[in-house]
């Protein structure tokens, strides 16, 4: 089945850029998306990139994707305090119509 | 609001009690899913419903039973609870299944 991998801990300063990584397997994904979940809450969908895409930039986010090494990355620019959170990269495989999450990354940022 | 909601909130249990964890959506979707949160495990599918009246397991259905009977509607029962199954439970919806999933707050469970 497909695996989706993912770093444990990031600390970032306050200002500095973050990057999180991601790992998958399964190559038909139409959507790879990345949640934010801040401590005590749920999940808050931060953004998505469509399979035939290489790149996404959302304001202060931006998301690369290497389709050919299933590589999918995370930048947050300007990090904040409100960033603090635990990251997930999810997949959808094609035909699947089941969200597969990786085990998520905590990021602290530090003021 | 528009969403999903999940009761209760919070919840504590003794090993070998039953409980069943509501979730409702009111958006239509066909698509509802369980999914239990662990420390450095990510979320995890418990059970899934492709439509009304259908259930499916999922990654880790070992332990628990599912039920659809209306479509805004799933339950999540735990017949005899262990304390492995102490977790935070998140369900969750979409109208296709391949986009577009809204989450509940989640449910905090401790069995002891």
């Known amino acids: 089945g497909e695996d989706v991998e993912q770093s444990l801990f990031l600390s970032v300063r306050e200002g500095d850029s973050s990057v999180i990584n991601c790992t998958y397997t399964?190559?038909?994904?139409?959507?790879l998306y990345w949640y934010k979940q801040e401590p005590g809450a749920g999940l808050q969908l931060l953004t998505y990139?469509?399979?035939?895409?290489d790149m996404k930039q959302d304001q202060r986010l931006t998301v690369l994707l290497n389709k050919k090494d299933k590589h999918l990355s995370l930048r947050i620019a300007d990090t904040q305090t409100g960033d603090s959170a635990i990251y997930f990269c999810?997949?959808?495989?094609?035909?699947?119509?089941?969200?597969?999450f990786g085990k998520g990354n905590q990021v602290v940022v530090i003021p | 609001n528009a969403g999903v909601t999940q009761t209760p909130k919070f919840r504590v249990l003794k090993t070998g009690q039953s409980m069943t964890l509501l979730c409702a959506q009111d958006?239509?979707?066909?698509?509802m899913y369980w999914y239990r949160q662990d420390p450095g495990m990510g979320l995890r599918l418990i059970h899934y419903?492709?439509?009304?009246?259908?259930?499916a397991k999922g990654e880790v259905p070992d332990g628990y039973n599912v039920s659809r009977l209306k479509k805004q509607n799933f339950l999540l029962g735990l017949e005899s609870a262990a304390p492995s199954q102490t977790s935070v439970y998140f369900c969750?919806?979409?109208?296709?299944?391949?986009?577009?999933?809204?989450f509940g707050s989640g449910t905090r469970l401790t069995v002891v």
């Open positions: 399964d190559s038909s994904s139409t959507y």
């Open positions: 999810a997949e959808i495989p094609y035909g699947n119509n089941r969200l597969a």
């Open positions: 990139i469509f399979s035939n895409m």
């Open positions: 419903s492709v439509g009304e009246g259908t259930t």
């Open positions: 969750a919806s979409s109208d296709r299944g391949d986009y577009g999933y809204t």
């Open positions: 958006m239509n979707h066909e698509y």
